[in-house]
């Protein structure tokens, strides 16, 4: 079997504690979610969007939620335990069932009327498009 462990494993679950204490989600939400497992996720960036993976193998598109809140992209969902068969007995069970629950802050370009989600293969892709830069307008200053 192949474990793979880093030297940052430590730091990135002190992270993740971190983040949830220090929680802020916007108001009217609640200050803390129990989750399961928390599924891993890349963020990129593109000079036209965002793209935000996130690892969810096992889980089936009705059993995912993706919503904006004033910036605040959440994610959260459930991947079901097997109904497990009478007469087997497991030896091992490592594969987590439960609920899961990620928050994110989009930047300030971020389009947030045009985001768009997809589960492919046990990936969730959501594409976040940059909206239009501000640009610098002039404005005549009239006199009496």
């Given amino acids: 079997m192949n474990y793979r ?3 940052f494993s430590a730091l990135n679950q002190l992270n993740h504690e971190l983040n949830r204490f220090f ?3 916007p108001f009217g939400m609640l200050a803390s979610e129990p989750s399961t497992f928390t599924p891993h996720v890349d963020i990129s960036e593109t000079d036209t969007g965002f793209q ?3 690892d969810v193998p096992g889980v089936k598109p009705e059993d995912i939620e993706v919503s904006l809140h004033k910036g605040v992209l959440t994610i959260r ?3 079901k335990d097997e109904q497990e068969q009478t007469g087997k007995t497991f030896s091992r ?6 609920t899961f629950f990620r928050q994110f802050n989009l930047p300030d370009s971020a389009d947030q009327e045009t985001v ?17 830069k501000a640009k610098p307008i002039s404005i005549s200053v009239e006199g009496e």
Avoid at 93 to 98: D, I, T, Y
Avoid at 116 to 132: D, W
């Fill in 93 to 98: 069970k490592e594969r987590f069932h439960g």
């Fill in 5 to 7: 462990i880093t030297p």
């Fill in 23 to 25: 929680d802020d989600r």
């Fill in 52 to 54: 935000v993976s996130v």
């Fill in 116 to 132: 768009s989600a997809k589960a492919v293969n046990g990936v969730l892709e959501i594409a976040i498009p940059k909206g239009q």
């Fill in 77 to 79: 969902g459930e991947r």
